[in-house]
Structure formats: C-alpha cells, structure tokens
C-alpha cells in the first residue's frame, strides 16, 4: 500500500517538497476492523490549515503523518459483523491506497440513488455546509438576493441552488470566464460573475440592484471588500471559509479595511457568524441526508466532480484547488 505523508510545513504555497510518498505491507484487519481500498480521496481546503503548526479549531497534522482526508473505498476483508467484502464506505483514511479501520470509524453507503463519491462532496461534508450554513445562519427568504464566491465548488455550488429553491435569487462568484457561464448554464444561478474581470466591481454592482440579504462567506479578500459595499440593512454573513488567505505569508497591502467594514456591520445591523460544519451534525445532518439526497437524485441540485487519477497527482492538485484550478469538487481516484 501507498501513503503520502507531510514530508515538511509549507511556507506559502504547497511544492512538492511538502509531501513524500511511502510504501508499506498490505496491514490484516484485527477483530472488528475492515480491510479497505480506498477509490476516492477527497482534496478540500481545510487541509491547508492542517499542515501548519498555527493555532485552528483542529490539531495540525505531524511532520511524518500520513495526510487526513476523507475517502470513499471498498471494503476488501472484514472482520466486524455490519460489513462484508465489496461494501462501499465512507471513511476518514487520507491520502494512501489502502487503509485498516475499526468497523465502527466507517460509514456503509447506500449507493442505490446517488453515487457513491457524492459522499464527498454535494451529500457530504462541503454540502452539510452549505446546507447548514445557508439555512441556519443565513436564512434566505423568497425574492431575497443571495451572493457566494468559490460558487462552482461543491460548497458555493450547493449554498446557490439551495438559495434558488428556497426562492430567493442566487449571485454565484467565480474565477474565469468559463466558470462564471457554468454557473447560470449548469448550476442555474441568476447570474454567473468573474471575479478576476477588470470590471468585476462594476458588474456586481449592476447584479444586485436590490442590494445583498445574505453573503455565504467562502474566500474573503477583495471578494469580500467589493461584496459588503452592498449589504443591505440587517444581512446575514454566514462565514464559512477565507480560502484567499490559506497561503498567505504576511498581512495583505493597502489600507486596512477593517474599521470600515465593522463600521457597517453597526449602523446596517449586519449579523456576521462564523462555524464549523460539525457544530451542525448533530441537529442537521439526518435532515441533510434526507433532503438533500433527494433533490439531486431529482435533478434539483446539481453538481459537478473534477477527478484527478492517481494518487501521486494529490499534491499538485491540492495546491491547484488554493489558487481555483479545479472546477468542481476535486476528487482523486486512487485505484
Ligand atoms: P472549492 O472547491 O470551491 O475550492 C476553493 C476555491 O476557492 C477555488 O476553486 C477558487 O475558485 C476559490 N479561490 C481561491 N482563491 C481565491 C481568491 N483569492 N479569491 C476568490 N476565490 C478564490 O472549495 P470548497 O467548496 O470545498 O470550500 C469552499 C470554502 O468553504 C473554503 O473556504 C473552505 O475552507 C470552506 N469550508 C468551510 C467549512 C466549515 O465548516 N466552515 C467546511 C467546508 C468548507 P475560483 O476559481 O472560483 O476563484
């Protein structure tokens, strides 16, 4: 079996010098633990945090250690009662082809409506949040104007269509020409922004006459100064992730912004919220599950997957992912 480990901490952006792959014997499963081949590993920014040593609402991975993630794999051997050979089950095994788990740290997927790597992405964790994030903090309502970036990523991409169903209009940001037209064309946002265009400012001002109800907060940076411009009166900011900033070194240039910006959040009523997706579960998940798992087997949510294969191309395609290479939620296909 193949591992890849955090060889040393990245500065800045991930190189291949942050990684190093390893070999070891084919582990048997103990008592009560499975034998597994991982087909999918799912690459998804809070793995940057994790590699660093700074302070997160996680433990930093260890020099050394292969690097987390969760996968979707086929259980080859068993040794627990509730599994057998060729189940499909989500698990959190990381970057390697092969992995021994308890039993009970796995999860027997139903891949009868759906298939089984939308566990990773659109019915897992980055559609939880989406999910959660939106409904519980942002609460968009019928003919509000709802504006997210990263929105061809599985977290963006879900928070819009949600929005839609929920009958408000969908604002969706994203980097480039091609993903910007994806998100009125595939994902059925009201309209598609490139945030990398000259005139990106001028053509979100002209998307949201009516102003912004609810901003889902995935990147920060100049996303975001240009977006709260537009806030309106008592708007919600659920903040989800600041994926601008994962890499970076120092603090950014120009005129700091910050005063400015608390100055709205007093006199526009603003209600900014951060979380995690896991403060959620417990309340929401089986709802997720339920709700969700039906309108994409409806077609009502869509998402698209960017699968990259080999599991020695994980590296490179993270690092891609920070600076918005991928389109999609980016998955490797491990064997
Ligand atoms: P994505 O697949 O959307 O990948 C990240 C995307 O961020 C890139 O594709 C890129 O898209 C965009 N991006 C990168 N740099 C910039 C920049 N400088 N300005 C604007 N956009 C940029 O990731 P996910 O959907 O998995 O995650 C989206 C966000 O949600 C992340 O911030 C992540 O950390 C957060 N998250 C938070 C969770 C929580 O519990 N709070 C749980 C899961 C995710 P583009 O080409 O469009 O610019």
Redesign the pocket.
Known sequence: STQIRLRERPVGEPTADTFETTTVDLPEPADGEVLLQIDHLSL???MRGRLSEAESYAEPLAVGDVVMGGTVGTVLASRHPDLAEGDQVLSYSGWQTHAVEPGRAVRKLDTGANPASTALGVLG??GF?AYA?LLQIGRPQPGETVVV????????SAVGQIAKLKGARAVG????PD?ARALTEEMGFDVGLD?RADDFREQLASAVPDGIDVYFE??A???LDAVRRHLNLYARVPV?????NYNATAAPEGPDTLPGFLGQILTKSLTVRG????EFVKDHYADFLAEMGQWVAQGKVRYREDVVEGLENAPEAFAG????A?TG??LVKVS
């Open positions: 998804d920014p809070y964790m980055p949040t994030g970036a990263a929105a061809m990523g599985p977290v963006g940001i994203a980097g480039g993903k945030h995935n990147v940076g100049p996303v989800c992730g600041l994926v601008a979380f995690i997706q896991t992912m920070l600076r918005g991928n939620k980016l």
